[in-house]
């Protein structure tokens, strides 16, 4: 007997199994019906609501009057925030794009009644390279499902944006550094290591509060945090991280002070000069004097100016009669300082030679060598 002749169903089974398919096709096509009127179902009650809520009735016309201009008073509420700048689908931009669109949202929140609302309006700013295309896949979508809308709500479109747009496992890239020595303190304050410190720790997704101050410890700089450890009142408890943030930014205040003063006391207080009671230039007279007085007030620590005197060989301002480039001129000597010339040059003849005391000196020679 032939195997497919023993096997082949009967006219009955044949129309059963026809019936069965034709109710299976039904049933989906039911489902498929009714999902379809779902979606149109949602989409009327979404607009019906969206336009009770932009629905406004209509105001009067205002007859413009002439006032005069009178300074309104303060309303007490703060300026609009900035808005956010445009997007273009930078993942190392994308968190703070996102961040500025909600700190927006939230301070308008009176703008935006309903989370579509807030969707399209962060769609708007999305307008070049990988953000448009973005943007114009969820229009699409939108508009090949009878416009209901690609996400349900605020939430849902803020986790898909994260996952396109922020940097992929900056989890895993914040453990590694964590569990490495990148992230310690070394030369930099307590207040830059702690910001970076609070971003890893977020974004990798630690909450044991034992475990984020034994990771702050060990990247603290260990001056701080013996000092911290080794209170004797006071010190923070290890699973308060908040009280440890605290004291390192206290201690770190306090050395930065302490430095500063050490510093001040290392350096020598200026010393002001002495005031002189007149600017006008002073002639001090005769060369006794021009002698004396620079020695009696450099006995006396007090700075000489010589632009306070005049020469009293030349007369002229700016210096002293030690320093004047005239003394070697015998035109320029007094009558005094060529006899005082004299006696030291006949003086010093018997020393070189005692026994010709009778010896004269020539004046032509004391001028001789003065030339």
């Known amino acids: 007997m032939n195997p497919v002749e023993q096997y082949a169903p009967s006219p009955e089974e044949l129309r059963f199994m026809a019936l069965e398919q034709a109710l299976a096709d039904s049933q989906a096509e039911g489902k498929e019906t009714q999902r379809q009127l779902t979606m149109l179902l949602n989409g009327f009650k979404r607009l019906e609501k969206l336009l009770e809520e932009q629905q406004t009735p209509p105001t009067p016309p205002t007859i413009p009057v002439k006032t005069n201009p009178v300074r309104a008073a303060p309303t007490g509420r703060p300026p609009p925030p900035a808005l956010p700048s445009e997007f273009d689908g930078d993942r190392t931009r994308g968190q703070a794009f996102l961040n500025s669109c909600q700190t927006y949202i939230r301070l308008c929140s009176d703008s935006f009644p309903s989370d579509e609302i807030k969707i399209t309006w962060v769609l708007s700013y999305m307008k070049s390279g990988r953000a448009a295309k973005w943007a114009a896949r969820v229009f699409k979508w939108e508009e090949d499902n009878t416009g209901y809308p690609k996400f349900l709500d605020w939430d849902e479109f803020r986790a898909e944006f994260r996952k396109d747009f922020c940097p992929a496992h900056a989890d895993v890239a914040a453990i590694n550094k964590l569990e490495s020595t990148a992230y310690y ?6 207040d830059d290591y702690l910001d970076e410190f609070l971003d890893l720790v977020m974004e990798a997704g630690y909450t044991d509060p034992k475990i984020i101050v034994v990771k702050f410890r060990k990247g603290l700089d260990p001056q701080i945090q013996n000092t911290i450890a080794t209170m004797a009142y006071g010190r923070p408890s290890d699973s308060i991280p908040d009280a440890w943030y605290e004291a390192a930014k206290n201690v770190d205040q306090n050395r930065a002070a302490n430095e500063a003063f050490k510093l001040a006391s290392r350096t020598p207080a200026p010393t002001t000069p002495a005031r002189t009671t007149s600017s006008v230039p002073v002639h001090l007279g005769p060369p006794s004097l021009s002698r004396i007085l620079p020695s009696v007030l450099r006995a006396n620590s007090t700075p000489v100016n010589p632009a306070l005197f005049n020469c009293y060989r030349c007369h002229k301002p700016g210096h002293l009669a030690t320093d004047c480039p005239q003394k070697h001129n015998i035109w320029m000597l007094s009558v005094e300082e060529i006899e005082m010339a004299l006696m030291v040059k006949k003086d010093m003849a018997k020393i070189e030679d005692p ?11 004391f001028v001789q060598d003065n030339e």
């Open 355 to 365: 026994l010709e005391e009778d010896k004269k000196v020539d004046p032509k020679d």
């Open 185 to 190: 303190q070394k030369t930099r304050s307590v």
